[in-house]
């Protein structure tokens, strides 16, 4: 098994106090449905700063900026897209980056 990195791109956000019990069932449901193969469950992340190969810093986050990541546990890239289909971020306008993390 090989772990990927799943990095949240956008979404919005819950407005009332229903929608956001609403969306944490939501993930809440999506994680326990995959079991052994939540390595890190993550959390979201606030607004990113990139440093440039110049050294200067912004604070305008890219042009994508992160909105939360998640470690899971999948069989191969097939696997993990599989898994992130199911992601609730999607739901919510926004999309998965996921990349294969390389053991060092």
């Known amino acids: 098994m090989s772990k990927y990195l799943f990095v949240y791109h956008g979404?919005?956000?819950?407005?009332t106090d229903d929608e956001v019990a609403a969306v944490m069932d939501a993930w809440g449901s999506w994680m326990g449905g995959m079991g052994a193969a939540?390595?890190?469950?993550?959390n979201p992340v606030g607004m990113s700063t990139t440093v440039n190969p110049d050294?200067?810093?912004s604070d305008d986050g890219g042009s994508n900026p992160a909105s939360?990541?998640?470690i899971f546990e999948a069989t191969d890239k097939d696997d993990a897209i599989a898994k992130a289909r199911g992601c609730p971020i999607l739901e919510a306008g926004g999309s998965?980056?996921?990349a294969e993390i390389i053991d060092m």
Request: aromatic fraction near 6%; charged fraction near 15%; avoid cysteine.
């Open 55 to 57: 050294g200067s810093a």
């Open 38 to 42: 939540v390595i890190d469950g993550g």
């Open 96 to 98: 998965v980056e996921l």
């Open 11 to 15: 979404g919005s956000h819950p407005e």
């Open 68 to 70: 939360g990541y998640g």
